[in-house]
């Protein structure tokens, strides 16, 4: 079994994947080809966004706006410390600092009451309202940015983050590297009203390439020209100018032709997702000691990832190792929090300051997911857990 059925997609596209990536070859244009700038019209409309700029990777996606707007040393950028590591890493690449906080003990996404207290304690350089870097505590930090991320594929709760970070003139960068195709109030991912969104085409995202790839959205006309200046070396009206620092960061062509296929098919995938995690939640109801994942009302998630909250690390050790002898493959994301990785440790945090990520991640189990698993699969894997918890 797998955890992603990359295959099981493509035995369905092939034909028009093969016809798309041949094209690209008889023409020849493989760096900034016409298939680039259809996928970007194509992905603008999905998002109902009046920009979207595609680029090299779901990492570029997230740096390519803090470069845009400027975000440099002294800047505090505040991200969750539930996620993948390149939410932060941005940030430090641009030699801001990141503020971390806590998350939501059931949708796993950025917390807006400690977001609260988190702008707070920067402002007033007061650590006893929320934990801070070490050199924030000597008022040197000015807040920038939030980075709210829209883990495993729900939307994180932009109705009270919003407004939160306009009352105090932050920018907001949304990461939906896992959610491209969800929607959030009825109004789709990457188009919610945040300056800018960027999200990833990693091949095992809901909507991936075969390499890496990404992609950024915004409605603002002056930083799309930024951005679009940012991805190819900070050049002006040509290639030969260069206004700005920034990056090779454009996305292959066959990249945008393997894309174009799939993301025609992405509506019809993200209605099997739902039937999928459906499913899901019925065979786990029994179980006793795990938690199906929860999606806030009015959120529809795009599912990168199913999953489960064990009552404790011992139950969730138990069930991975019960499946991996069962032939079922599991994943923990994320085993560590971003708060204590050691590329963070100047900033000097603690395991303890962000206690509910620090739980989350001894108690979070994932399971195969993707549109094409079969139901006797799923039918199963919730019988081997029921087995494993007894």
Known sequence: MKFIDLEAQYRLLEPAIRQRIDAVLAHGKFIMGPEVAELEAILAAQAQAR?????SSGTDALLMPLMAWNIGPGDAVFVPSF???ATAEVVALT???????????????????ALKRAIQAVLTSNPTLHPLPRHAHEGRLKPRAVIPVDLFGAAADYNAILPLAHKHGL???EDAAQAFG????GKPVCGLGCDVAATSFFPAKPLGCYG????????DDDLAEKLRSVRVHG??????ENVRIGLNARMDTLQAAIMLPKALALPAEIEARQRIAARYAQGLEAPSGVTAPKVAANVLSAWAQYTLRFDDNARRDAVAAHL??????????YPRPLHTQAAFRKLGYQAADLPVTVDLCQRVLSLPFHPYLEAQDQDRICGLIAQALG
């Open 235 to 240: 050049k002006g009206d040509d290639k030969y």
């Open 324 to 333: 991996k002898e069962a032939g079922v493959p599991t994943a923990i994301y």
């Open 95 to 113: 030699h801001a600092t990141p503020v971390f906080v806590d998350c939501d003990p059931v949708t796993f996404n950025m917390d807006p009451a």
């Open 51 to 55: 920009h979207c700029i595609t680029c």
């Open 212 to 219: 890496d790839g990404g992609a950024v959205f915004t409605d």
């Open 182 to 185: 969800g929607s959030y109030h």
């Open 171 to 173: 920018l907001v960068l």
């Open 83 to 85: 996620t993948f590591f």
